[in-house]
């Protein structure tokens, strides 16, 4: 049996927003999930809800330094200069 579909109400408590912030990122054309309307109601499917909510997620982007050396000049520095 499908999961059931989820009202903005659910979707608020899901994201931690408002009902209210919600219908104003949809209504400015802001990154919402797709949405099923049935009658004046938009449901969402909590597949797409999960999907939206990954596709969102900020991944961290540090680069790996483990493989980076630093050449170090004949008087020992590391080539850095100080700035103050």
């Known amino acids: 049996m499908p999961e059931p579909l989820l009202t903005t109400d659910d979707l608020a408590q899901r994201v931690r927003q408002t009902p209210a912030a919600l219908r104003q990122r949809r209504y400015r ?3 919402m999930p797709p949405a099923v309307r049935i009658g004046r109601r938009l449901l969402y499917r909590p597949a ?5 909510i990954d596709a969102h997620t900020e991944r961290d982007e540090t680069p790996d330094l483990s493989e980076v ?3 170090v000049d004949s008087a020992g520095q590391d080539g ?4 103050g």
């Open 48 to 52: 797409d809800v999960e999907a939206w």
């Open 69 to 71: 050396s630093l050449e």
């Open 29 to 31: 054309g802001d990154s």
């Open 80 to 83: 850095r200069t100080a700035h």
